[in-house]
């Protein structure tokens, strides 16, 4: 939710009451909506939920308020945050809205060259010659920006015009600059309304032109981020993206997988449902599908379904099966449920895809249960319940270990259940990292780069840092996060880095982080999108759901067919490195003098009696 639905919506809470001038005084009357919402306290289950509070992400396995009535969702210390605003049509709020703009731009004047739209005018400050900020007036078009020293139709001096979209160029939008970026001084309170507009040649010769402004609020830097990124990246989804298949209405996408080449399975709020050959198929048998993975090793589909998330699986082949009848015959899919000690509500699941090693784990907000198949049986057998500290965020089954991320990464050996910390903190490279644990960060996903040498890589929700099977450090410098992922995705050789606004690309090499200079750079591919959700991967991609639209994306069709016109690219080092609340915060309030050899590496989870 942007900073300016939020103001809208708390007007309408607030309405009949005194409003400032700003707001439509001849009907407040009828804007009256004051109903409180219904939460409910549940557990978070995807990983791309946003709080309609603060819209800070919610970590997967963490305790969310959600509203019986309307479905919104928030952290439990925001819910006194979200306006009242139950039941209120979308419509409506739009409406309403969409008039408190009309009411102000009917006491604007009309700017000069009507034949060009504008999308965003108003005060914004530049950096001035001499030292400080000084305040301007600004009207961005499809073709530039122009900045005056007063509104134009008060006869203001023209002072500068930039371009957008020359000849052979490309641009970007950085809503988040860092501060060596900004070229002013400037003080902490005022870097959230800092923007950075970016246009770079498509040939490598010439240094990028740069303007950077700031907004006097947030609502304005909402204003003038999402005008900018509509002018150029309005044309991207159609280039870049592969629509798959389209929703029914009302059908809620919850993970797809792929069974062969040309059939897919998708699972959603409504059941589950499969595309083959161009047909959409519903088949009977769940009434909610969360999560399903493939275990070819034992020729089963592994699926947490139904309102209560239990565990249940079900023949490959039988699947598929299901997938090609007609609609008319009504396909029920024959599933087993798994007693794993009647519990459920598991919101994470992982498989072993090691042959000799037919497992898979799945999580609670407590526990983490580690399951093997008997195949006299056909069934899965708990062999190990744990307690954690923390949900589990992320899991990897290795050839003999089970690698997890709660509120750290641990390494559980399979023979022996003992769990001890995976990162090697004896690493003086690694040392950083620790001291991040101190100060709130969290694993979001562990992946694998490489299989000789042993190479994974751990994702937090700050950085990424590649690590060896020993858990020390095997590359030079980490990754950092611009923005805060939601999921993470690795194809050999590609990165994909989900997050709530965009999806960014980056091509691993052996040279990737291994480079101690300061000027290395990281060429991510930043695909800037609306309203999207995450919810699958194959191996060739992700799967993202948008407008009701299943879409693809292939980052070997992207990276590869020109890395020039890339819409991102890093402009900083990547070198692991902090921002200044962080540097502040490591310098002042966390003491050297703890030695990291006195804490004692190896952690045991305390065990579930079976």
Same mark, same amino acid.
């Given at each position: ?17 005194k409003?400032? &001038? ?28 946003k ?21 919104? $969702? ?18 409506f709020?739009?409406h ?10 009917e ?12 999308h ?27 900045i ?36 002013a001084?400037?003080?902490n ?24 402004f ?5 609502q ?13 990246y ?25 069974l062969s080449?040309?059939?897919k ?10 595309w ?16 399903i ?8 589909a ?21 997938t ?43 526990q ?7 195949? &006299?049986?056909?069934?899965? $057998?708990v ?7 923390q949900p ?10 089970l ?8 390494e ?89 606004a ?12 291994n480079?101690?200079?300061n000027?290395?750079?990281? &060429?991510v591919?930043r ?27 292939d ?6 067919a ?24 490591? &310098? ?6 703890d ?16």
């Amino acid at each position: 939710m942007s900073p300016r639905s939020k103001l809208v919506l708390q007007q309408i809470v607030n309405s009949p009451s005194k409003q400032k &001038d700003l707001y439509r005084q001849n009907s407040v009357q009828r804007m009256h909506h004051n109903i409180p919402h219904r939460y409910e306290s549940k557990i978070c289950t995807k990983s791309s939920t946003k709080c309609a509070g603060c819209s800070e992400t919610i970590s997967l396995g963490r305790s969310i308020m959600i509203c019986s009535e309307c479905q919104v $969702q928030c952290h439990s210390y925001c819910s006194k945050k979200v306006p009242n605003t139950c039941g209120l049509p979308h419509m409506f709020a739009k409406h309403y809205r969409d008039s408190l703009e009309k009411n102000k731009k009917e006491k604007t004047a009309v700017m000069p060259n009507a034949d060009e739209k504008i999308h965003v005018k108003g005060w914004i400050k530049v950096a001035g010659k001499q030292t400080g900020w000084e305040k301007r007036y600004a009207v961005l078009t499809d073709h530039q920006i122009a900045i005056y020293t007063g509104p134009p139709e008060e006869n203001s001096q023209l002072l500068e015009t930039f371009e957008l979209k020359p000849v052979d160029t490309h641009g970007k939008v950085i809503s988040e600059p860092l501060a060596a970026e900004i070229g002013a001084p400037l003080a902490n309170t005022d870097l959230p309304f800092v923007l950075k507009v970016e246009v770079s040649p498509n040939t490598t010769c010439w240094p990028p032109k740069c303007l950077v402004f700031l907004t006097l609020s947030a609502q304005d830097k909402d204003k003038w981020f999402s005008a900018l990124q509509k002018i150029y990246y309005d044309d991207l989804e159609k280039d870049r993206l592969e629509t798959v298949l389209r929703l029914p209405e009302k059908v809620s996408a919850n993970c797809i997988t792929d069974l062969s080449a040309n059939i897919k399975v998708i699972g959603t709020e409504q059941g589950i449902y499969s595309w083959y050959e161009g047909n959409l198929l519903k088949i009977e048998g769940l009434d909610e599908l969360h999560q399903i993975t493939l275990m070819p090793s034992t020729g089963n589909a592994i699926m947490i379904v139904n309102k209560k998330r239990t565990l249940a699986f079900c023949n490959t082949n039988h699947l598929i099966n299901l997938t090609q009848c007609a609609q008319c015959t009504k396909p029920t899919l024959k599933y087993n449920e798994v007693n794993v000690r009647n519990l459920n509500g598991f919101h994470t699941l992982q498989v072993s895809l090691h042959p000799k090693q037919q497992k898979i784990c799945v999580a609670t907000t407590k526990q983490l249960i580690v399951l093997e198949y008997e195949v &006299d049986s056909n069934q899965f $057998q708990v062999i190990r319940i744990l307690d954690t500290a923390q949900p589990t965020t992320c899991a990897l089954f290795t050839e003999n270990s089970l690698i997890v991320g709660a509120n750290k990464f641990f390494e559980i050996d399979l023979a022996s259940f003992e769990a001890e910390e995976f990162l090697d903190f004896s690493d003086v490279r690694l040392k950083q990292v620790d001291k991040c644990y101190r100060m709130g960060s969290f694993p979001v996903a562990i992946l694998e780069i490489n299989k000789n040498p042993k190479e994974y890589l751990l994702c937090f929700n700050e950085f990424s840092v590649f690590v060896d099977e020993y858990g020390r450090s095997s590359r030079q410098t980490e990754i950092k996060s611009t923005h805060v992922p939601v999921a993470l995705h690795f194809n050999k050789p590609y990165l994909y880095t989900i997050q709530f606004a965009a999806v960014e690309l980056l091509k691993i090499t052996e040279e990737t982080c291994n480079s101690t200079s300061n000027e290395q750079c990281l &060429d991510v591919v930043r695909l800037p999108l609306e309203k999207f959700r995450y919810i699958g991967c194959n191996k060739a991609g992700v799967y993202i759901v948008q407008s009701m639209e299943v879409k693809f994306i292939d980052a070997k069709k992207i990276v590869d067919a020109d890395i020039s016109s890339t819409v991102s690219e890093s402009t900083e080092s990547d070198r692991f490195s902090f921002s200044s609340s962080m540097v502040q915060s490591l &310098d002042g309030n966390l003491s050297d003098v703890d030695s990291l050899d006195d804490r004692n590496k190896k952690v045991t989870f305390s065990q579930t009696d079976l």
